[in-house]
């Protein structure tokens, strides 16, 4: 987990750099061209899915297209960026909880997200942690490659609240 992280940080850490120091400058591109628009999220699609670079191995381009257009359509791009430039701002305020969560909690690990919690993390960060699953596929973009996956672990994290 170490090892991606860093690898993520090395290689593919730019999406949240721009986007979490200044995400007004790409809010340009990605609400006034739909080929920029395009581009970086295709671009994410070949970093951070478990597609070894390579997104038509797992998605349908018409899914790709699809994705892109939603956001295109609703012009949340910008607002997409901006959601990373938040958190870092809240981070740096102290407006983070820096102590332990009791929210109840369910985690997924997909193999390829490129940042992940082991289970011993995730149970000192939330004290009441119901559900932690490790997948044999996937990445950033669970929901879309892994779907079966995806709707079993968030039925195996909703059981345990019944």
């Known amino acids: 987990m170490l090892?991606?992280?860093?690898?993520y940080d090395?290689?593919?850490s730019g999406?949240?750099?721009l986007q979490s120091?200044?995400?007004?400058?790409?809010?340009?591109?990605?609400?006034?061209?739909p080929v920029g628009l395009a581009a970086w999220i295709y671009a994410l699609f070949q970093d951070v899915s478990d597609s070894d670079g390579n997104p038509e191995s797992i998605f349908a381009l018409d899914a790709m297209i699809d994705d892109i257009m939603l956001y295109w359509l609703t012009n949340s791009g910008p607002s997409s960026a901006r959601f990373y430039w938040d958190a870092a701002q809240a981070m740096r305020s102290g407006g983070m909880?820096?102590?332990p969560l009791s929210v109840a909690a369910g985690i997924s690990m997909f193999p390829r997200e490129q940042i992940r919690l082991s289970r011993r993390w995730a149970e000192r960060r939330f004290t009441h942690l119901v559900h932690f699953g490790e997948l044999p596929r996937g990445g950033h973009f669970a929901a879309l490659e892994?779907?079966?996956m995806f709707v079993d672990e968030l039925r195996a994290t909703f059981a345990t609240l019944r």
Do not use: I, M
């Not at 090892?3 to 690898?7: F, P, S």
């Open 3 to 7: 090892a991606d992280a860093r690898r």
């Open 97 to 99: 909880p820096d102590g």
């Open 15 to 17: 999406y949240f750099k």
């Open 21 to 33: 120091t200044r995400p007004q400058s790409v809010a340009f591109s990605l609400s006034d061209s």
């Open 146 to 148: 892994q779907p079966e």
């Open 10 to 12: 090395d290689l593919f």
